[in-house]
């Protein structure tokens, strides 16, 4: 079983338009995360989402938005895509107390068009 | 949170040892030293964890001075698979959900 399992795997939209991009992780954490990994490589923090508490880093538009249905699912939608929302998105989960090793999904690639 | 500081690229031969060396002079006391391997097309993953002196599982070796202020990531007898970006991590070992942010990784090439 997949541990942290992230859908599509390759998304390709036009701008403006509004997309989700869905995560799961089965491995009982408390902890999900949302980075945005750019085409130098550069993993980035989106947002933290801990016991229905959510921290955003500041330098995220608002057009990002990540919803949790319940503990193990944390999605990403977006809003108006704009060409410089290209890059790999990927959701990782931790578990609090455990040195907070990352474990994470295979990646969303992002092209907007 | 403690920011890292690695090389950007090393380039090394099959067979070598490899050093990947990390820079984290700000670390907290309750900071754990995390370091991950990242292949092409997939997310990062988990090598090696330390607090302090030496660690060693079936992957690698983590050294860790007295100090703290920096930590070196080892590889014994690379291979071609071995071709990847490694990112260590300084975050305390009960984060609570706050920022965990990497550094720019190093690009480790293994050429035949």
């Known amino acids: 079983d997949t541990a942290v399992s992230q859908t599509p795997k390759y998304l390709v939209t036009q701008m403006g338009n509004d997309k989700s991009i869905k995560c799961e992780q089965n491995?009982?954490?408390?902890?999900m995360y949302w980075y945005k990994q750019d085409s130098k490589k550069f993993l980035k923090i989106m947002f933290s989402?801990?016991?229905?508490?959510?921290?955003i880093n500041e330098t995220v538009p608002n057009r990002f938005s990540p919803k949790s249905p319940d503990k193990a699912h944390l999605n990403l939608h977006i809003n108006s895509l704009e060409l410089g929302d290209s890059a790999v998105y990927f959701c990782?989960?931790?578990?609090?107390?455990?040195?907070?090793?990352?474990?994470f999904g295979s990646g969303t690639q992002l092209s907007v068009l | 949170l403690a920011k890292t500081t690695q090389p950007i690229s090393m380039d090394s031969y099959e067979g070598q040892e490899v050093n990947i060396t990390c820079s984290h002079n700000?670390?907290?006391?309750?900071?754990?030293i995390t370091w991950y391997q990242q292949f092409p097309s997939q997310g990062p993953r988990f090598i090696i964890q330390g607090y302090k002196t030496k660690v060693t599982n079936e992957v690698a070796s983590l050294f860790i001075p007295a100090d703290r202020k920096s930590s070196t990531l080892s590889l014994p007898r690379v291979s071609l698979s071995d071709t990847a970006v490694y990112y260590c991590?300084?975050?305390?070992?009960?984060?609570?959900?706050?920022?965990?942010?990497f550094g720019g990784g190093t690009r480790l090439m293994v050429k035949p």
């Open positions: 991590l300084v975050a305390p070992f009960n984060n609570a959900g706050n920022m965990l942010t």
């Open positions: 989402y801990n016991n229905k508490e959510l921290i």
């Open positions: 700000n670390i907290a006391t309750n900071d754990y």
């Open positions: 491995l009982g954490h408390d902890t």
């Open positions: 990782a989960s931790s578990q609090a107390g455990t040195g907070e090793k990352l474990f």
